[in-house]
């Protein structure tokens, strides 16, 4: 498999990396933007979360009561303010069990978060190349979703400046 | 991504609490890019599909110097990368593409307008 075939997408936010992770995971249900090609299924979508620890899930939640809906993802590695890997699906069933691996890495002022879509050599090759295509836009996409949320809306996002934490 | 310059110049007080500017492609340089009919005629191309330059000169009704200024001005800002270089009987063929990082950026900035 070629480089190529990894998609990546990265982007940088003024929190802590322990803090990015938590708005990442914890807060999912307030930075991922509704709209109707923004779900595996608009109609019945009311929100995203995730299930911490290995073995949770990333879920698309179309029942608000029970949190229940569309598995988008099943953890791997839960290294809150380090790694989150979790295996990928979405409702077309064609790149089921596809990788995603998010690295919070610490840098001057900030963290570093890393996106890496891989594993499409599980996905049928006549496919492939088109999903990695329209994968390569979202997460850059997504990316930017969260990143903004980081910034302007999430309540963690003074407490959880790299500035701050130099003084606590 | 984060706040994008335009906004940040309008909060000077809010960015005087980060130490660090959230990466920001370079907005004067995507829109300086895009400024050209004929570079936003290659993206129009590129949208669809990536193309070899020579594709890209002919239906721009371009030279190959010519199209290739302005490939380069494409890619040094960032909104076009080389796809993959395939061979063809020892010929290297350079296939562009579109990078998001630089449309994203230009839509949130957008969507700062519309904001309510």
């Known amino acids: ?168 | 991504m984060g706040p994008l310059v335009g906004v940040l110049r309008a909060s000077p007080d809010w960015w005087e609490n980060f130490k660090v500017q959230p990466m920001v492609t370079d907005l004067d340089t995507t829109l300086a890019a895009l400024a050209d009919p004929t570079r936003r005629h290659v993206v129009e191309l590129l949208r669809e599909r990536p193309r070899r330059a020579g594709e890209l000169a002919a239906a721009c009704a371009m030279s190959g110097p010519a199209i290739s200024r302005h490939l380069r001005v494409l890619r040094v800002s960032g909104l076009i990368e080389v796809e993959e270089e395939r061979f063809d009987q020892d010929a290297r063929l350079r296939v562009y593409r579109l990078r998001p990082e630089p449309f994203v950026t230009l839509t949130a900035w957008l969507d700062q307008m519309q904001a309510f």
């Open chain 1, 1 to 168: 498999m070629r480089p190529t075939d990894v998609v990546t997408a990265t982007v940088e936010v003024a929190v802590n990396p322990a803090t990015a992770f938590a708005i990442f995971t914890e807060e999912i249900g307030r930075w991922w933007r509704p709209g109707p090609i923004n779900w595996n299924d608009s109609r019945r979508a009311v929100g995203m979360r995730f299930e911490p620890g290995v073995g949770g899930r990333w879920i698309e939640v179309h029942d608000e009561a029970t949190g229940g809906g569309f598995e988008c993802g099943r953890i791997l590695v839960w290294e809150p303010g380090a790694r989150l890997v979790f295996l990928y699906r979405d409702a077309g069933h064609e790149i089921d069990d596809t990788e995603v691996e998010v690295r919070f890495e610490a840098i001057d002022g900030g963290t570093r978060v890393t996106l890496e879509h891989r594993g499409w050599d599980k996905v049928l090759l006549d496919i492939a190349a088109r999903k990695r295509e329209i994968k390569r836009w979202g997460w850059v996409n997504i990316l930017g979703w969260f990143s903004e949320w980081a910034f302007w809306g999430s309540p963690r996002r003074i407490q959880g400046s790299a500035a701050a934490s130099e003084h606590y």
